[in-house]
């Protein structure tokens, strides 16, 4: 039993370095990372549900998920084959389109399930009915 934790300690520690190492390494995974922490306290700050919010933040984290296998696949092709090689980039520009994907059904999930919120909060805020 004590192998088992302490395998999975070690394991849970190897993760967390990845997460790290795509946070401080890259500016997209950061950046999404941030743009997910602001959209969760806007959230909070709209009263959404917890089921609103959780499948938001799902959408969300989902795009960081794609943004670090997207570089961890560039990083091994740039590490197998350093110069510019026509399948290699057509792999990375297949990638590029997957957080692409990922970010903008992300991004339209969350202003349809928080358009109306949004608008009911300001309209109350600013004196609108």
């Known amino acids: 039993m004590l192998g088992m934790l302490v395998k999975f300690w070690k394991s849970l520690k190897y993760a967390l ?3 790290r190492f795509g946070f401080y390494s ?3 995974v950061a950046a999404l990372t941030i743009t997910a922490v602001l959209l969760a306290g806007l959230l909070i700050w709209l009263g959404t549900s917890k089921i609103r919010f959780a499948i938001i933040m799902v959408a969300w984290i989902t ?3 794609v943004e ?5 696949v560039e990083t091994v ?3 197998l084959h350093p110069g510019f090689d026509k399948t290699m980039g ?3 520009d297949m ?10 059904s992300a ?10 919120p949004l608008i009911l909060k300001l309209t109350k805020l600013f004196g609108g009915g």
């Open 95 to 104: 990638m590029a389109g997957a957080v692409f994907l990922s970010l903008f």
């Open 63 to 65: 795009v960081v998920i």
């Open 90 to 92: 057509r792999a990375k």
């Open 77 to 79: 092709i740039d590490a």
């Open 68 to 72: 670090i296998v997207n570089t961890a």
């Open 17 to 19: 370095n990845g997460v």
């Open 26 to 28: 890259r500016k997209n």
């Open 107 to 116: 991004t339209m999930l969350s202003f349809l399930m928080i358009w109306d």
